[in-house]
């Protein structure tokens, strides 16, 4: 009995090994708007409001099945930016994010049995935009980094994301044609959207992927011959 | 008399400055709902939206958007949960995009047809419903310092309302009375996804998307290229505000 639930659950360990090479991509919109507001001069802050929907989270993935929140560690609870500088080859421009924060992604597929949250730190990163006045269009986007953090589910994904941290895009809808000084001075109130992702370096995937199929073969090989002994 | 002469001018005067602010109107902010993905079929050219279906979130069962905001910062309650399928044959028939074109700054855009008699159609939550017939559009890519950027534009015409009553939608009307919008839809990949890799190999990609309806009497924020009506019109305004201020300075000089 005792040797069976050894067996089971290094079969399971090997199996969540396996589940965390994943990595994790989602793509989310916001259930409300993105809020830029002035800040000094030069300078703005960007709030991510709460929406009809899913409060006390933001945006929601495509699929529905992750609600998450972005909120920053700063006074007011935006995302500060300043030093717009050209960015560089001329190719629009880039602004410091000054203030860090905390990301938040409730995973909802155990839901209304338990839900398991993601809880991240969002270090400063940058804004890019001024699209539309250099040879490059598109939307301004704001650039996140996701430090490691916790997550006690099961979600294979969202494992992988706590361990190894990843990175977050989120455009901001009709701001091209917009310099970031614009933006700054005059504030906008817009929807968004974006993607999170914890890229997979491929190469250890692959070996760790076929070291962890490895030992399942081998765990179920020696599982089988164990069996056909006793039954001789 | 010398009263009624600068009441005139500042008359004038505001009339031309209502005038070139009455061509800002009304901008809807768009999200996709739960479950509702944009889906490009890699080798076919095509892409998709597919409807909200997430088990999640039921009350958006068979739709494809909801308008978040007005961004204008002045939303109105009426405005917020509008919601609607986008068109009622575009999720089953694929929209094409043809030969992309590509140019410098990592720029790529194609046209697209939009499936025949595709429509946009929003409930206003009151039991009107704003539609309008979607002909043409253009899909780019480009690659940006943070990420590619991706869009889609369409051209909306047509548009009817069927909105009464006192509870009936101010912005939906103003739509209604303009008859024509422009509507903007950004989607992104991680990692990103131009053009020339949505339409090349095989299987399927999706992605969440935003955006915003326009009224055709906002100029776009990009390109910055005034139609020739508004220039005319914004010229004559601002001409009448240059004759009223000159009126006025030539009468303090006498």
Known sequence: ?232 | MKMKKQMWAVFAGGAALWAVAAQGSVVLNLASVPGSEMQFNAGSSTFQFNVGNSPFFPQYSGDQWKVVSEGTGNASVDDIGAFGPMATTAHTIGWQFGAISLFGGGLETAPVTSPSGTQISISDGNNGTLQGALNWGTIQTVQGNGAINASLVLNITGITYTGSGPLNNSDFITLKNDTQASMVLSFSFAPGKSLTDLSTGTGTYTTSYSGSLTDANVPPPHPPVPEAGTTIAGGVALGLVALALGFQRRKALL
């Not at chain 1, 800040?39 to 709460?50: K, Q």
């Not at chain 1, 190894?164 to 000084?181: A, D, K, M, P």
């Open chain 1, 1 to 232: 009995m005792q040797k069976a639930f050894i067996k089971i659950l290094s079969i399971g360990s090997v199996l969540s090994a396996l589940a965390a090479q994943g990595g994790i991509s989602i793509s989310f919109s916001g259930d409300a708007n993105v809020v830029i507001s002035p800040a000094g001069p030069g300078a703005g802050e960007i709030h991510f409001l709460t929406g009809p929907d899913v409060t006390p989270y933001q945006w929601y993935s495509s699929d529905g099945a992750y609600l998450g929140s972005m909120t920053s560690t700063g006074p007011n609870g935006g995302f500060l930016f300043n030093n717009i500088q050209p960015a560089p080859g001329g190719n629009g421009e880039v602004a410091t994010i000054t203030t860090s924060g905390t990301i938040s992604i409730l995973d909802q597929q155990l839901l209304p049995l338990v839900g398991h949250v993601l809880s991240a730190t969002l270090d400063w990163h940058q804004l890019y935009g001024g699209y539309g006045y250099t040879a490059t269009t598109g939307n301004a986007t704001v650039s996140l980094d996701v430090q490691p953090g916790s997550y006690s589910g099961f979600d294979p994904g969202l494992t992988y994301l706590a361990a190894h941290g990843g990175y977050i895009t989120v455009q901001l809808q009709g701001t091209s044609g917009l310099t970031l000084e614009q933006l700054a001075a005059n504030g906008l109130s817009t929807s968004y959207g974006g993607a999170l992702v914890s890229p997979v370096p491929e190469t250890s995937t692959t070996l760790a992927g076929l070291g962890a199929l490895g030992l399942l073969v081998l765990m179920v090989v020696r599982s089988r011959k164990s069996n056909s002994a006793q039954v001789q």
